[in-house]
């Protein structure tokens, strides 16, 4: 079966470009959550979906960060306008209908460097 | 507020010997607990859940993990550390119906021969 899938798995911008982030989640999964980790912040929610719509985006940095999830097997995550600090691993994950006590399977990452 | 501590950030244990990683949470309710494991480059990998029932767990790669409800503690245990094991080990604890989780800080587990 294949897992969560997100592209481009590395990515090397100059700051003030726009940047989008994709995921194709599991088929059949329901819930979508987008995360950051750095060394020094460790592993952040950023946003998460439930059946397409998000639910909570309190994790959202700034105005600069957005997402969409326009159907239930596709997600994106763009900056605008970019910047070095935004430079960090992107992981998107998805989990089956159940709510809390289902295990969240993530995508292998999206290395974004902010020059 | 719900909070997940891993209280070791990194640790080394010889291959071969046992390994004790430690969480201890804050919930107000019965807690769904997760241990995750990152390879370098990779994306977090589920090694157990608990939900309810049994408090002692199996997961894969021979990890297993004792939920202790007086401890507030989830940790995650291994009888005889391999070299492969060496990465990054994340706690975590879910909260609300929309499967929320939050994690820990994690502790990285190095092996030495």
């Known amino acids: 079966d294949a897992g969560v899938i997100q592209s481009p798995r590395h990515e090397v911008t100059e700051m003030g470009q726009e940047v989008t982030l994709r995921c194709k989640p599991i088929?059949?999964?329901?819930?979508l959550f987008w995360y950051r980790q750095t060394m020094m912040r460790g592993l952040e929610l950023l946003i998460y979906?439930?059946?397409?719509?998000?639910?909570?985006d309190s994790g959202m940095p700034e105005d600069r960060f957005s997402a969409k999830m326009p159907n239930a097997s596709f997600s994106t995550l763009k900056i605008q306008p970019s910047e070095p600090r935004d430079s960090a691993v992107y992981f998107c994950?998805?989990?089956?209908?159940?709510?809390?006590?289902?295990?969240?399977?993530f995508g292998d990452g999206t290395r974004l460097s902010i020059l | 507020a719900q909070s997940v501590t891993q209280p070791d950030i990194h640790i080394t244990v010889s291959e071969g010997a046992s390994l004790e990683l430690r969480c201890n949470y804050s919930?107000?309710?019965?807690?769904?607990l997760f241990w995750y494991v990152q390879s370098p480059g990779q994306g977090l990998q589920l090694l157990l859940k608990?939900?309810?029932?049994?408090?002692l767990v199996q997961g894969i790669k021979g990890f297993e993990a004792e939920f202790k409800r007086s401890q507030s503690s989830f940790n995650l245990r291994k009888p005889s550390v391999h070299w492969s094991d060496a990465a990054e080990y994340f706690c975590?604890?879910?909260?609300?119906?929309?499967?929320?989780?939050?994690f820990g800080k994690g502790t990285k587990l190095s092996v030495k021969p």
């Open positions: 979906f439930n059946n397409n719509v998000p639910i909570d």
């Open positions: 088929s059949g999964h329901n819930s």
């Open positions: 975590a604890v879910g909260r609300g119906s929309q499967g929320n989780l939050i």
């Open positions: 608990y939900f309810s029932g049994d408090t």
């Open positions: 994950a998805s989990s089956p209908p159940g709510g809390a006590n289902q295990p969240q399977h």
């Open positions: 919930y107000g309710a019965t807690p769904y």
